[in-house]
Nanobody, 115 residues
Framework: QVRLVESGGGLVQAGGSLRLSCAASGSIAIINAMDWYRQAPGKQRELVAS???????NYADAVKGRFTISRDNAKNTMFLQMNSLKPEDTAVYYCHVWQHSRDYWGQGTQVTVSS
């Protein structure tokens, strides 16, 4: 069993920054890929960024150059630094891992960007 807990969401004006964190705990030795997803009202959940245990990263086109994903393997923690935020970044952001042949999701953290 893996537990994921996100933190760091909030309300920010356009152009501002936020840093999200995701702490993983439970039956884990090494977590391979860790991901951030987001879901805006009325839209499907979408992949924002991912990072492997070797710290290879991948980003959705919509966030390239503005968001930076990182992780601390020793603490099983992942981060998402979000800069130059736009109103269209408003969504619930979820931490995700694939472990023990199944998906694990955090409870989500709300990010709201005002114009």
């Amino acid at each position: 069993q893996v537990r994921l807990v996100e933190s760091g969401g909030g309300l920010v004006q356009a152009g501002g920054s936020l840093r999200l964190s995701c702490a993983a705990s439970g039956s884990i030795a090494i977590i391979n890929a860790m991901d951030w997803y987001r879901q805006a009202p009325g839209k499907q959940r979408e992949l924002v960024a991912s990072i492997t245990s070797g710290k290879i990263t991948n980003y959705a086109d919509a966030v390239k150059g503005r968001f930076t994903i990182s992780r601390d393997n020793a603490k099983n923690t992942m981060f998402l630094q979000m800069n130059s935020l736009k109103p269209e970044d408003t969504a619930v952001y979820y931490c995700h891992v694939w472990q023990h042949s199944r998906d694990y999701w955090g409870q989500g953290t709300q990010v709201t960007v005002s114009s």
